[in-house]
């Protein structure tokens, strides 16, 4: 009996710390120790508890994944919500195997329709943080590297409650044998209700050979592969293609209990001119692709020098056997190769290079098939032997190189990495390439990739599995076909900033492959024509690829679904790539780390996570999510063409007009252009710059006098961190004066509305200025217990070359009397009910309903009131997209009048809105009579159309609707 008390004893105490509670230990200890039923009742807790402590895994309830690809730019966004069922916070690790060239660009966590954007550190400083919010109980999530191809997202979910998070990663797709390929890895560990991935690829040179491929990933380790999986659609004459694959939950399921396991997989190939390449520029960046073909080979000498040490018996030696056997084969009578095995003692096939003949390809089959693994690991010997065969046998024709294959660490002859990586590069010297390959986990991996960096080759990892004699192979088929060597990409030093040009000399062209080198034209040329050569050596002729370039942007890269400014972020990670790659094999440490300063500096400016940096994010304590979204908030661009688009429904989607920046947008002041005013008496207001102004100062900025004036002109100068705003007063509308000038709105953005006038059907249009935490009354009417409230948020990233995040309608409320309905862009809240975007009807009382139709959420109060929620998505087709509400009235009948708001005010019965004194000089305008007000107004289309119509012409009265609505746009604030 006592034996049983103990063991109970144990099993709570290890209960209780699970769950965090110690109340059933101290329940324990204090029964009597000589009662049966105590126990068992004790155990019966221990066994609640138990359960309450293992079932804590979120569940994914929805996993998107969208790929744009701009010129082998690649820009991914992962999107999933994850539901914590449990009554304790639960912590959700995701570990994403990611393509090994890429680097994670963004991570936000959405909170209770809360936006929570990830903040860039430097690694150690990441952990920090996320750690100390974890053991306070905060929502947090970390993004660090974890491998070479693993990233790891940790997200802390509150009990009861769910996370949306959103990643984004990007890489530049390298071509090997011929074509590129494009991963997307997808392993959530269990079935998920919502599942797709979209991958939209832009190539100006012409798509070819586009295939796609679904690769399970057993738990046995084999793979099947299916074929032609999802829906493939080429469009614009072959430069664009868009891909789909969304598996059910049943294919899920056919797949494995736990979801399915494997890699999207796209492969395709573009047009190659066979001159100077492809010069693409945008925005003052150049990408060149340099890929020409028709080239005759080049004689290739080859020295293969192979670990045959104990550790090399059983399947790896197999493999190795098997991947050489068809290596051999596939060499060319023009060249030459020797092999040499190493473990302890170090033998070589031949004394010299001998010719790919027939006969001395069985001979050197003969040889690999005798191998046997014993021994210790001689790997300066085997190299070195290597070395000297090249030296002894190389009459300066062709291209030269040594491959070495090892699955360890030197144990045997020379140990020290430092000597060996010395003796590698003095005996090389230059005049020869080493391709390294580590096979297995024991290997020393990055030890081979800076010896084979170092000697103007590369390492590739082979794992241990049943495919690893293709991966051998495969990795020589990169390099087996020389077709130049000693290539250098000439740039006119006038036209381009030559400290900015990535590499411009590569020892080897190799057929199926790609050279890619990108950089920054110089501002007062960035319209000349560009010349540029390429000199290269190919057989024994010296040969020169000349190039003219025109440097206007093809219209392709400016599209809508193309990744925005690739072509200077495609520059940014490959000068991280370099930066990286130098300082990886320098042994000068001031230099090492002058190399990681510009690597860091890049990483942060660029928001990349590299190995140098993490992105955190943490939900505060006090869930004051406005201040975080303000500290996010970055400087907004003025813009001369502010307020001279067209409105669309109230969301902040910034306008499109003129030539794109980077996101094909522009922002408007505070002040629209175009706007008739007066002069008069004046006043000055100070604020500190790039801080938030207050209610009240946002009133004198905007207006001096009664409701119904405009504010008139004013100038801004800047004196230290001081901005000095002086205005004039206006007099009444109609009056014209001198155009007004912009000043600077830091951490302001602007949302729109389209509201339709229920008497005469007529579109108006306007534009509110807004900050993140701002709350609009959208509707109120209190006869009917009707209250509508709108609030802003911060993009969770960068939407301009700025570096900007601007806010945008990203919560609704719908009160009706004791009933609230909460709409997010990634769920809705109605009664304590959580609901995702999806078809769905749900049903209060007699009087309120709601019903999802894809994006659209229609809200029905009574038979005479509907509300429409539409969810948008900015900017349309992109991968890092966001998305954001409109509200609209769909029936409006129903309203009292007392009805107001932004919104509601327009329903009222007295309300009427008539259009006159129309002008077709140019744009057409006309004067929108407000009841007794008259407000100039221009015809426009909105951005986002009315729900149901393809597009809607709406009058765009600007200036924050002044005249349009009654009173100022900030008495509408929820304060």
Not at 21 to 41: P, V
Not at 126 to 134: C, D, G, N, P, T
Not at 255 to 276: A, C, L, M, W
Request: hydrophobic content about 35%; some cysteine.
């Amino acid at each position: 009996m006592e034996m049983d008390a103990y063991f109970a004893l144990v099993l709570v105490l290890i209960a209780s710390w699970l769950v965090n509670d110690t109340s059933a230990a101290s329940a324990f200890l204090t029964m009597k120790r000589n009662s049966f039923d105590e126990i068992e009742k004790t155990l019966e807790r221990v066994e609640r508890y138990v359960d309450s402590a293992t079932h804590i895994k979120p569940e994914i309830t929805k996993l998107n994944v969208r790929s744009s690809v701009t010129s082998r730019f690649s820009s991914t966004t992962v999107t999933s919500v994850l539901m914590n069922h449990a009554e304790t916070a639960a912590e959700a690790v995701f570990i994403f195997t990611l393509p090994e060239e890429a680097f994670i660009a963004n991570f936000s966590m959405e909170i209770d329709g809360v936006i929570y954007p990830a903040e860039i550190k430097e690694k150690e400083v990441a952990s920090q943080i996320y750690q100390e919010a974890r053991s306070k109980g905060q929502s947090a999530a970390q993004v660090k590297q974890k491998s070479e191809k693993d990233f790891t997202v940790s997200v802390n979910v509150a009990k009861k409650s769910f996370v949306m998070f959103e990643l984004i990663y990007q890489e530049m797709l390298r071509r090997k044998l011929g074509y590129f390929e494009h991963v997307t890895s997808v392993r959530p560990g269990q079935v998920v209700k919502e599942m797709s991935v979209e991958v939209v690829i832009i190539e100006v040179q012409g798509l070819l050979e586009v295939n796609s491929s679904w690769v399970e990933h057993r738990d046995n380790g084999d793979e099947v592969t299916k074929h032609d999986v999802g829906e493939i659609q080429l469009q614009d004459r072959n430069t664009k293609v868009v891909l789909r694959y969304a598996p059910t939950i049943d294919e899920q399921r056919q797949e494995s209990e736990n979801g399915i396991q494997g890699d999207f997989i796209i492969r395709y190939d573009v047009e190659h001119p066979k001159t100077g390449g492809e010069f693409q520029i945008v925005n003052g960046y150049f990408v060149h692709y340099f890929s020409p073909e028709g080239l005759p080979a080049v004689r290739k000498n080859v020295v293969f020098v192979i670990d045959v040490s104990g550790s090399m018996s059983g399947r790896k030696l197999q493999q190795t056997k098997q991947a050489m056997f068809t290596i051999l084969d596939d060499l060319r009578e023009i060249d030459f190769f020797n092999i040499v095995k190493f473990n302890n003692e170090i033998i070589k096939w031949q004394s010299s290079l001998k010719r790919a003949s027939p006969e001395n390809i069985g001979s050197g089959k003969n040889f690999i098939d005798l191998l046997r693994a014993h021994g210790a690991t001689n790997l300066h010997g085997g190299l070195m032997e290597g070395i000297e065969l090249l030296h002894a046998g190389s009459d300066n024709s062709g291209v030269s190189m040594v491959v070495m294959l090892t699955d360890g660490l030197p144990t045997s002859g020379v140990t020290s990495f430092g000597r060996i990586q010395t003796n590698v590069k003095q005996a090389i010297k230059g005049n020869y390439s080493l391709f390294n390959i580590g096979f297995g986990d024991d290997v020393d991996y990055s030890f081979l990739e800076k010896l084979a960096l170092r000697n103007d080759g590369l390492a590739r990892k082979i794992y241990d599995d049943s495919y690893a004699s293709i991966q051998l192979k495969g990795f020589f088929d990169e390099v087996s076909t020389p077709l130049l060597h000693n290539i250098v990409f000439n740039y006119p030093e006038h036209l381009v900033e030559i400290n900015s040009v990535t590499q411009t000399k590569f020892s080897n062209y190799f057929e199926g492959t790609e050279i890619v080198v990108s950089g920054k034209l110089k501002p007062s040329n960035i319209n000349d024509i560009l010349d540029v050569t390429i000199a290269a050596n190919s057989l024994d002729v010296h040969l020169e690829f000349p190039l003219t370039i025109d440097t206007e942007p093809k219209a392709e890269l400016l599209s809508e679904d193309a990744v925005d400014d690739f072509a200077q972020r495609l520059w940014a990670y490959l000068s991280i790539k370099e930066l990286l790659q130098k300082r990886n094999i320098s042994d000068n440490q001031s230099e090492r780390d002058d190399l990681k300063d510009k690597a860091l500096q890049l990483s942060l400016e660029y928001h990349f996570v590299t190995p140098l940096t993490s992105l955190i994010v943490v939900k505060p304590e006090n869930g004051n999510s406005s201040k975080i979204a303000k500290q996010a908030q970055q400087p907004i661009r003025k813009s001369s063409g502010a307020g001279s688009s067209a409105s669309s429904a109230s969301a902040s989607v910034p306008y499109r007009s003129g030539r794109r920046n980077s996101f094909g947008s522009s922002y408007s002041g505070i002040v629209p252009a175009n706007i008739p005013i007066s002069s008069g008496g004046s006043y000055s207001v100070q604020k500190t710059k790039g801080t938030r102004p207050t209610h009240s100062e946002r009133f004198q900025n905007f207006m001096s006098g009664a409701g119904a004036f405009l504010l008139s002109n004013f100038e801004t100068t800047t004196r230290e961190q001081t901005t000095q705003v002086t205005t004039t007063r206006p007099t009444t509308l109609g009056t014209t004066t001198s155009q007004p000038t912009q000043r600077d709105r830091s951490s302001v953005g602007v949302t729109h509305y389209l509201v339709r006038s229920p008497d005469y059907g007529l579109f108006v249009c306007f534009n509110i200025e807004g900050y993140p935490g701002d709350v609009y009354r959208l509707i109120q009417d209190p006869k009917r217990g009707i209250n509508v409230k709108g609030e802003l948020s911060v993009t969770p990233y960068y939407l301009n070359a700025e570096k900007s995040k601007l806010p945008f309608l990203r919560k609704i409320n719908v009160e009706y009397r004791n009933s609230t309905i909460v709409v997010t862009p990634s769920y809705m809240k109605v009664e304590d009910v959580v609901l995702f975007w999806q078809n769905i009807h749900w049903r209060g009382d007699q009087h309120l309903s709601l019903t999802v139709t894809n994006d659209k959420v229609r809200v029905m109060i009574g038979t005479d009131i509907t509300l429409i929620v539409m969810r948008h998505r900015y900017p349309r087709g992109r991968s890092n997209q966001v998305y954001y509400l409109g509200l609209y009235v769909e029936v409006g009948r129903g309203f009292s009048d007392e009805v107001h708001g932004l919104i509601g005010q327009f329903y009222r019965r007295n309300r009427h809105i008539q259009l006159t004194d129309l002008n077709f000089d140019q744009s057409i305008k006309g004067t929108i009579h407000v009841n007794s007000r008259q407000v100039p107004g221009t015809l426009k289309y909105a951005d986002e159309p009315w729900p149901g119509t393809i597009q809607t012409q709406c009058w765009f009265a600007d200036n924050n609707g002044m005249g349009l609505i009654d009173g100022w746009h900030g008495d509408y604030l929820n304060v």
